[in-house]
């Protein structure tokens, strides 16, 4: 007659999980009388059972989980097994420093960012209208007013942000402003 029942955890199939996936982490006990099953995801409940299914797997899965195996006899947790959820770059944006509207002449610094596992490897900077990259890297000083986006890629896919306006300013005055008037006093 067992005391409390030991268990252990698994998880198939193992190795790379991609999200999309399913995947099912069964637990094993030796105890007797027979035991129930509750599975935890750090410290909350996430089902009951032997197996625990997650089927289009996302990165909210990603996290701790273990078992808890118990009968009249006691309870017994599980060690610890870590889900770890790869997936391509989501939720890339830019921001604008210092501002949007800059001097003629200077540059703002543009900086990407996402959220993917494993981290974005390249970001790439294309200039909208233009057929090639204008810059890589993680920031991007923008020389000229336009319009400018950014690749984010990792080795399970890209996604491109937003594109973010750049505008020129002489004196306080946009620049299509001041270019418009250098065209009229020129028709003078």
Same mark, same amino acid.
């Given at each position: 007659m067992k005391l409390s029942p030991s268990v252990s955890v698994s998880i198939s199939p193992s190795g790379v999980i991609l999200e999309g996936s399913s995947v099912t982490l069964t637990c094993s006990s030796d105890g007797n009388p027979p035991v129930e099953y509750n599975w935890i995801k750090g410290t909350s409940s996430v089902g009951k059972g032997e197996t625990y299914t997650m089927k289009k797997i996302s990165s909210v899965n990603s996290g701790e989980y273990k078992?808890?195996?118990?009968?009249?006899?006691?309870?017994?947790?599980?060690?610890?097994?870590?889900?770890?959820?790869?997936?391509?770059? *989501? &939720?890339?944006? %830019?921001?604008?420093?210092?501002s949007s509207e800059t001097a003629e002449g /200077?540059?703002?610094?543009?900086?990407?960012?996402?959220?993917?596992?494993?981290?974005?490897?390249?970001?790439?900077?294309?200039?909208?209208?233009?057929?090639?990259?204008?810059?890589?890297?993680?920031?991007y000083m923008a020389p000229q007013r336009g319009s400018y986006y950014c690749e984010a890629q990792n080795e399970h896919g890209s996604? *491109? &942000?937003?594109? %973010?306006?750049?505008?020129?300013?002489?004196?306080?005055?946009?620049? /299509?402003c001041y270019k418009q008037r250098v065209k009229y006093s020129e028709k003078i």
């Open positions: 078992c808890r195996s118990s009968n009249e006899h006691g309870e017994k947790l599980s060690e610890a097994l870590t889900l770890n959820v790869l997936y391509p770059p *989501k &939720s890339v944006s %830019v921001s604008i420093s210092p /200077s540059s703002v610094n543009l900086t990407c960012s996402s959220d993917a596992n494993p981290p974005v490897q390249n970001y790439t900077w294309f200039k909208e209208g233009g057929s090639s990259p204008v810059g890589s890297g993680h920031s996604q *491109k &942000s937003a594109a %973010v306006t750049v505008k020129g300013v002489i004196d306080g005055k946009h620049t /299509s």
